[in-house]
């Protein structure tokens, strides 16, 4: 290809050139458990080679998410800093990581852009991709390039892992449970709200939770260890559609309390915490105690799960159906 | 998303039903060596959760290699019927994996289509990808779809496995080594020619080397097990950029004799056999004894692995560089 993959190959290796990406030596047939040092000795080969090779902790299971970042789909660039597309490209499927309790072994980044890009916004993307890398000690073990026909697009993957058999799935949830979400609700969507309503500049730093939104990895690792999420799910398509699909792998329904929801900026963004999709919180439900923090972010007790099979929301004493509809309703106006 | 997402996320979980993406009890700690079976038992959880979840076989390492598939830059609607643009888009991955001596665990399908390309399109995509991975026992365990601005974009994400330590790299060539290629070469650039030329319509039954390429799963596993490549890579963007790619990693030359190139259609087509691409076959060097075919494949010998670090051709009893320029050559003319 002309120049944008030669370019992007070596401008990615040579970015990428960390200890975690140099060749360990091969034979090694065991290394420490848990902590960052396990998980980045797991990388045995990277960038260079047809395939990168890996080796996952013993008695541990591999977990795979792949998730696109498309211009005018996901962000546009007009809104987004490359910093930002970077930083949440990588997010997504972390977040997906976080969901299963699991932790990220490495990332794979298939990267297309169009001729006339200028390098700088590559430069930045991947400045966005990487910081967002080094706070998780996740390598950039390989990917692919391509010249885009049109616009940006990217796709991530990441290979993580978990204890044999351990994995939070969606699927266990089960009537009497407590559901709960980190964090706070509606915060990406609020931002969005405003792009929507004509603004073109807004402050990405004060408004990180949509432009650099941190996945919940220690708490979804902490909710595994410690037994406590019965299913777990992360927030990315809105709390009433992942409500829906945690409720649908499940064969349960669940009750939803709008007073006990943590909305960002009030009673007022109701929706947003409903529909707004792009949170990156983790939704799970338990039946035992749960602590009213883990790994530092505050847990709310938002409803329960129910034997008959339908989602409701409960508001002002009345109960009314909750229909799928947060990403669906949003993306419909593009991002 | 309006419809394409839902419609394609259900059409490709439910084309891709099969035993193989049905959840197995959990805690089941070990599985049988080899074979179909114990790959395909590899996937714990498929498609419906936030990740896929997989076990690999005990004492295996993971490979993993991810390509994109674009409409204008690796096919075109107008030349390539959705079944080939399926097909070529999971032999990309396959060829990877086949070129580190690995075994296909799962595939993972990030594809975006336009609002307005037929369901028929899609269907007749899947059945390409599908009939190829089941030729492999490959599940496809995940992926993610989206609405995209323009053109077909696919990314294929495979995950493959092979016992620690045994992968086929492409840095282990050493001065003395003799360099092999599996089949033929430069059918695949012969039919692009025939575009080129102004034919719109090839026949795809009578040109598979093109339109239907099989990856080389079973003769890199071989060459693999028995103990045969010292360094390996599949010969995807053209013998002489991939010849490149496998001194460079070695930190070593070559020398390539014209007249022992398995050259697709006679000694004419030389320059689609040195510089053509997506031929898809296996470029390896080796010092002990190889056979004539591997896997039903045959094998031949085309040159040699050289201390000085250059790369030349001969032909006619003289030498000439032969520098890398498969994939950018007739990239830029566009598939």
Redesign the interface.
Known sequence: ??LPEKALISRIASKAKSPALTTRP??T?DFQKGGTRSRVAGL??GI?????????PR?H????????S?????FRRERHSAESVGHRCLARGL???A??G?EPV?A?L?L?VPERLPQRWVDQFLRGFLALAKKFSVPL????T??????V?A?I????S?P??T?V???GARPGDKLYVTGQLGASALVLSRFMAGRTKISERRNAAHFFPMPRIPAGRALREEGIASA???ISDGLSTDLGHLCQ?SRVGARIYAEQLPVTGGRANLRFALHGGEDYELLFSAHGIVPKSIAGVPIACIGEITRRRKIVLIQGGKERALPAGG??HF??RKR
Chains 1, 2 share one sequence.
């Open positions: 290809m002309p091969r034979g047939t045995q080969r260079g080679d047809d395939c990168a090779v890996l080796r996952l008695g299971e591999a977990l795979v998410t792949t998730d696109f498309l211009e005018g789909v996901h977040s997906d990581i969901a299963m699991g490495a794979f298939s297309a073990a390989g990917g692919d391509a010249q885009s026909p049109a616009g697009l796709d993957v990441i290979l993580g978990v044999a058999g994995a799935l969606r699927s777990m799910i992360d792998e990403w669906e993306s419909s």
